[in-house]
């Protein structure tokens, strides 16, 4: 088992085992922000505590786009809040197969934050209720609060002008007809980054919702040298960085603001179409 993720049966012995993980529900409705907390409260996994993406995830929109990152110290006190710890497995889920908002959570504690064991629950809450999993309502009492404060990686991203200036593959993980600039439901201007390929973070999962097999993956994920991921505002972006992690391949860079915030600058080059 690829130790990103974890499967539903899985799951329901660790949480019976005696160090249960800590379990981070990130079902998240992009243009409603109260709808996580309200999905969450409305039936989650035993024992889970609720992470938004708006909220926790996510510096208020502006300038860096419409799902920057938060400072560093606003992330550490969602973190202590939580009771999140190295010393302590946690396990993320959504209903979008890790792609709103469970890689997200994934790669902010998992490769910016360094924490050393967190999984995606792979096929998210469906899965868990495919296995027979119970649903509770309402709200969890909070576990104890850590005093983790950890040592970012600012490494594994990158901002707007190295995505300009370098020489990295650039893969875009939102859906072709965005990425063509045929349709875009979201942001002011349709297109892409010139330079970039396209792939879909919905072509990381198979039917089921569910990773496809590592060897599926590595055969269909872009390759470069150096890969840089992003997307409308780097939330599914980091599925495709989860998927390269399930195929073992070595990790792409996040562009954070992604293209919410590349279109901010008139002077930065856009293309449409299927190639630049």
């Not at 996994?45 to 938004?52: A, I, R, W």
């Not at 569910?210 to 060897?215: I, L, Q, S």
Request: net charge negative; aromatic share 6%.
């Amino acid at each position: 088992m690829n130790r990103v993720l974890i499967e539903a049966r899985e799951l329901a012995r660790a949480l019976e085992g005696e160090s249960p993980p800590l379990v981070l529900d990130c079902r998240a409705r992009l243009g409603d922000p109260d709808a996580g907390d309200r999905l969450w409260r409305e039936g989650h996994v035993p024992g889970s505590q609720h992470l938004d993406l708006d909220r926790d995830l996510a510096a208020p929109a502006g300038a860096g786009g419409r799902h920057p990152l938060p400072p560093p110290a606003a992330f550490t006190a969602v973190i202590q809040r939580l009771g999140i710890a190295p010393g302590r497995a946690v396990v993320v889920y959504d209903d979008q197969g890790g792609q709103l908002a469970a890689a997200r959570a994934w790669w902010m504690l998992a490769c910016w934050a360094g924490h050393p064991e967190v999984r995606v629950l792979d096929g998210g809450l469906r899965a868990w209720q495919d296995a027979g999993g119970e649903l509770p309502l309402g709200r969890e009492p909070l576990p104890p609060p850590s005093d983790w404060t950890p040592a970012y990686r600012d490494a594994v991203r990158v901002d707007a002008d190295e995505v300009f200036s370098g020489r990295a593959l650039k893969v875009d993980a939102r859906a072709r007809e965005r990425f063509r600039g045929e349709a875009e439901p979201v942001d002011p201007v349709a297109g892409h980054i010139t330079g970039a390929v396209c792939r879909p973070s919905a072509e990381n999962l198979d039917e089921s919702g569910r990773f496809k097999a590592p060897e599926v993956l590595d055969a269909e994920l872009p390759e470069g040298d150096a890969v840089i991921a992003y997307c409308g505002s780097g939330v599914t972006a980091c599925h495709d960085i989860l998927a390269y992690a399930v195929a073992g391949r070595p990790l792409p860079r996040l562009y954070p603001g992604s293209w919410s915030e590349w279109i901010r600058d008139p002077a930065r080059p856009i293309a449409r179409g299927d190639h630049e």
